[in-house]
Structures are given as C-alpha cells and as structure tokens.
C-alpha cells in the first residue's frame, strides 16, 4: 500500500469475505487509531472515498495504473469530519457537550476532536464544541465518562445517550 501512495498507483484488493472478489481502488491515506482503515476510491462505486477497514483486506496488489488525487486533497481535513473513522454527510455538524464541574478539569486534558473550542463556565463546567460526524462513535466514547458529561448537540447524539448515562462509575478516564 504504501508503494501504491507514492505513485499514486491503484491497488487491488481483495475484502470482506475471503472468497469476495477482487476490487479496484485508488488509495489516499490511511486512518489510524482502535482500528486502522484505508480512505480510497473505488471508481467502479462513485467519485466518493471510501474507508476499509484494513483488518478486512484479505490480499492487496499495487497496479501499474496511475489516477489523480482529487484537487485539495487533505487527509488531515478528511479525517477531522468525523469523530472515529465513520463518514456520514448526514450527521455531520455542530457537536456541544457539557461535562460536569467534577468533570471539567479532566475533560480540559483532552483532545477530542483536533478542531475543538473549549469553553469553561461561570458555574465550573466546560463545553467542548467541535463540527464532525459519527455519533454511534462518540456515544461509545461517551458513555466512559457516565453522567459526568451530557450532550447539548446535536439532538440525534443526545437522543442516542441519553439513556446510557451512568453515575456509578468510580473514577472517570
């Protein structure tokens, strides 16, 4: 793969399944993190990227078939449109929560998102708001920190944990 970035080059690969059939991709960079994934292009599918989930390439094949990267390509800036990994045009947006006083201290320490603004309170709290995608991502991310944080946007995140906030954690991350 990284022989196919230098070019830039296609790479063929074989995913999903290990009887799936081969398919044509042109690589753009790789995200790393709890899981890896390659951002790319597959021509066959639409001018989209795509990420793959690395663990789920079966066998990969650097082509001898150049492409072009799309004008202003940053995989800096592709990255920091969503929260995780996933990409959903749909969900992306403004993301507010509040952690709590007895929580804020700590939140201040982190780097949620690269592009967040972090804002402390009259009343000890802190809000962190940053514009990004992948909600079912930052709900599981979330739900660590237990009712010590709550979500003020967008109304489908707090929607989706809500229900999941817990005040018998002893310690928080």
């Excluded at 991709?25 to 990227?49: D, F, M, T």
């Excluded at 072009?68 to 045009?89: V, W």
Aim: glycine residues 8%.
């Amino acid at each position: 793969m990284k022989e196919c970035r230098r070019g830039p080059f296609r790479l063929e690969i074989s995913y999903g399944a290990k009887d799936s059939k081969q398919r044509i991709v042109e690589p753009h960079g790789v995200l790393l993190g709890l899981r890896s994934y390659l951002v790319a292009r597959q021509p066959a599918r639409g001018p989209e990227l795509l990420n793959f989930r690395m663990d789920r390439i079966q066998t990969a094949k650097c082509l001898d078939e150049s492409f072009a990267f799309e004008d202003g390509f940053s995989i800096d800036t592709y990255a920091a449109k969503a929260f995780g990994a996933y990409q959903d045009p749909a969900q992306y947006g403004e993301v507010v929560w509040r952690f709590s006083t007895a929580a804020a201290d700590r939140a201040a320490g982190f780097q949620f998102h690269p592009n967040q603004k972090a804002e402390h309170q009259p009343d000890g709290s802190l809000i962190v708001r940053f514009h990004a995608a992948g909600w079912l991502e930052m709900a599981w991310f979330l739900y660590q920190w237990g009712d010590a944080v709550g979500v003020l946007e967008p109304a489908g995140l707090r929607d989706l944990t809500e229900n999941y906030r817990r005040s018998d954690f002893d310690a928080l991350p």
